[in-house]
């Protein structure tokens, strides 16, 4: 089992920033590609970034392309995701994950997830 805990999460002004760490578990970390998911009241689940297990690809949502930057530091078996120019929107429980790295976009293709942490975005 692989286990994931997710802290960072917090109140911001909109245009502030946040970085976001996701500090995991287990001795096959390194084999599996990260996600961040996040969740807003009353909107289903949508992908924001994801990376592989060496870091040397890395995949974001249109909606965070140049804003978010996703990293993982494996000797710390953490995964990071920094996130510039933050707005309202990006308000929502934050998720990291874990799985086989083949269909990164979809939820339902990872194996572990975190408890989430919850960003807030003031206007």
């Known amino acids: 089992q692989v286990q994931l805990v997710e802290s960072g999460g917090g109140l911001v002004q909109a245009g502030g920033s946040l970085r976001l760490s996701c500090a995991a578990s287990?001795?096959?970390?390194?084999?599996?590609?990260m996600g961040w998911f996040r969740q807003a009241p009353g909107k289903e689940r949508e992908f924001v970034a994801a990376i592989s297990w060496s870091g040397g690809s890395t995949y974001y949502a249109d909606s965070v392309k140049g804003r978010f930057t996703i990293s993982r530091d494996n000797t710390k078996n953490t995964v990071y995701l920094q996130m510039n120019s933050l707005k309202p929107e990006d308000t929502a429980v934050y998720s990291c994950?874990?799985?086989?790295?083949?269909?990164?976009?979809?939820?339902?293709?990872?194996?572990?997830w975190g408890q989430g942490t919850q960003v807030t975005v003031s206007s």
């Open positions: 994950a874990a799985g086989p790295g083949v269909r990164i976009r979809r939820g339902d293709e990872y194996y572990y």
């Open positions: 287990g001795r096959t970390f390194n084999s599996y590609a």
